[in-house]
């Protein structure tokens, strides 16, 4: 059965900083791209990073780039996110999932907000 559990969000102020952690299992980790997106209340679920099976190539979005990185140990089955300079628009619940669209059913989320 394949579990997707986000964790690492919570509460910071205009230009902190977080790092968000996805755990993955049920399926070959080291076989899928992984992808990061975020849901803000009353909007769609948009992508904001991707990266490679290996590691070798990442993605941003214009909204994202500059700020972000991504990252996976495929060791640790572990895909992360180190978000800095954050911004009150980047207040969602950050949710990842495989390969560069969504392959397998959402995991819980972990809500990020972004607030002073």
């Known amino acids: 059965q394949v579990q997707l559990v986000e964790s690492g969000g919570g509460l910071v102020q205009p230009g902190g900083s977080l790092r968000l952690s996805c755990l993955a299992s049920?399926?070959?980790?080291?076989?899928?791209?992984m992808t990061w997106y975020r849901q803000a209340p009353g909007k769609e679920r948009e992508l904001v990073a991707s990266?490679?099976?290996?590691?070798?190539?990442?993605n941003y979005p214009d909204s994202t780039k500059g700020r972000f990185t991504i990252s996976r140990d495929n060791a640790k089955n572990t895909v992360y996110l180190q978000m800095n300079s954050l911004k009150p628009e980047d207040t969602a619940v950050y949710y990842c999932?495989?390969?560069?669209?969504?392959?397998?059913?959402w995991g819980q989320g972990t809500q990020v907000t972004v607030s002073s």
């Open positions: 990266i490679s099976n290996l590691g070798l190539r990442r």
């Open positions: 999932n495989a390969g560069y669209s969504p392959s397998f059913d």
């Open positions: 049920g399926f070959t980790f080291s076989t899928y791209a």
